[in-house]
């Protein structure tokens, strides 16, 4: 999920960190099934611990929302079994990925989509994304995440657990407001309200996660990792791996590079947890920003112009650094904006503020993929070239 606004841009890739350790629990005996994914696996994981980091990206993903619920809304109405398994089998088979973010409020829905994952042949990284809870409610939300991901293992899948995502904005407590909006509205405020609301943020933060693995530890035995973002100067010694939103955009462009070269200091290898641009001109510019180009109302900004090449454009652009700086893993934002249906009219095309790399038809049906309700985009056989090639 992208949550900046944009007082939040300049400072997208401060100070996160990204890395993908090894599991602190052995795997347990027993796998229930073997493809030839899981063989490549298990020879590129003996490769990632016995040789150095560069050049090398191991994990291909995208990532994959099951409905996530800010202000009480939410990303996806409509959530069917049947087409999220053809989904999963199109993400692993013609996108070429390797492993999938899963992410979502409901863990019944993150469930279903995960052993969907798992049967084709997808690494999964089993990520709850909840929204407008306070730290007392996410305590035993996160332990019954973690329950659900240790079964998915047990049976034979390969598991990552994430610890939630941005917590700073989509949890209560740790910027003033009850709701996601609310909490935005102290990110776009004068630069000393803006500090002095985050300065407590890193504190707090880090203490909650540190309570938190520390309870879905004992639970589930594969690798845990956090998605963050740079306000929350993430303390990464409870992690297994590091988990950071690497957005270029207008503000870092010049310093892009080297910024990411930061998150390699860990000792641990690196994965980015989201990347990606939305579907108008200079969209790459807006970096994780764009999604506010629908403007209150359910309408486009007036001038927006539709362009799927700017997707192609940032992610040919950013898919070779995050290679050449040896990123383990990326996950690509995203497979789908599913309550952003694309539109004739410019400014009732909700698509030209969606991130993904398909577009949702306004109810219709695809050519490509017949019964789907979406097409793919420019941006999805750009991926998957780029997949298929590494």
């Known amino acids: 999920m992208v949550a900046d606004g944009a007082q939040l841009l300049p400072n997208r890739i401060e100070q996160g960190g990204l890395e993908f350790g090894t599991p602190s629990t052995p795997a347990r005996s027993g796998v229930a099934r073997i493809s030839i994914r899981h063989i490549m696996y298990l020879n590129i994981h003996h490769k990632i611990q016995t040789e150095p980091y560069g050049g090398f990206m191991r994990g291909k993903g995208v990532q994959y929302d099951t409905g996530t619920f ?120 004068a630069p000393p309200v803006r500090a002095a ?14 309570r938190v693995v520390a309870s879905v530890r004992p639970r589930f035995g594969g690798p845990i990792s956090y998605a963050s973002i740079p306000i929350e100067h993430i303390d990464w010694t409870p992690f297994d791996i590091v988990g950071v939103d690497a957005y270029r955009n207008q503000y870092n462009a010049a310093t892009f590079r080297e910024d990411l070269r930061q998150y390699f200091t860990h000792g641990k290898p690196v994965a980015v947890t989201e990347a990606g641009c939305c579907t108008f001109r200079g969209a790459g510019d807006w970096g ?60 009732h095309d909700l698509d030209l503020g969606s991130y993904g790399i398909v577009r949702m038809l306004d109810g219709a049906q695809g050519h490509t993929y017949p019964g789907m309700p979406w097409e793919p985009k420019q941006a999805f056989h750009a991926l998957a070239r780029h997949y298929e090639d590494r």
């Open 288 to 347: 994780a920003g764009g999604w506010t180009v629908i403007e209150e109302g359910g309408t486009v900004k007036p001038g927006t112009i539709r362009d799927e090449d700017e997707q192609v454009r940032y992610m040919n652009d950013l898919l070779p650094i995050f290679e050449a700086e040896g990123f383990d893993t990326i996950f690509w934002f995203s497979f789908a904006g599913f309550e952003l249906p694309h539109r004739p009219d410019p400014r």
């Open 197 to 210: 609301a985050l300065a407590a943020i890193p504190e707090r933060v880090n203490a909650f996660l540190s």
């Open 70 to 189: 800010p202000n009480g809304d939410t990303t996806r109405s409509i959530f069917d079994p049947a087409t999220v398994a053809r989904e999963m089998r199109v993400i692993a088979d013609d996108l070429h990925c390797t492993t999938v973010r899963i992410t979502g409020g409901d863990p019944e829905r993150l469930t279903v989509a995960a052993r969907y994952a798992a049967e084709a042949g997808l690494e999964v990284w089993f990520s709850p994304f909840p929204c407008e809870l306070t730290e007392q409610e996410l305590l035993p939300y996160f332990d019954d995440c973690a329950d659900r991901a240790e079964a998915l293992r047990r049976d034979g899948a390969r598991v990552v657990f994430v610890t939630g995502c941005e917590l700073s904005l989509f949890a209560r407590g740790y910027l003033p407001g009850d709701t996601f909006n609310d909490r935005m509205e102290t990110m776009r405020a």
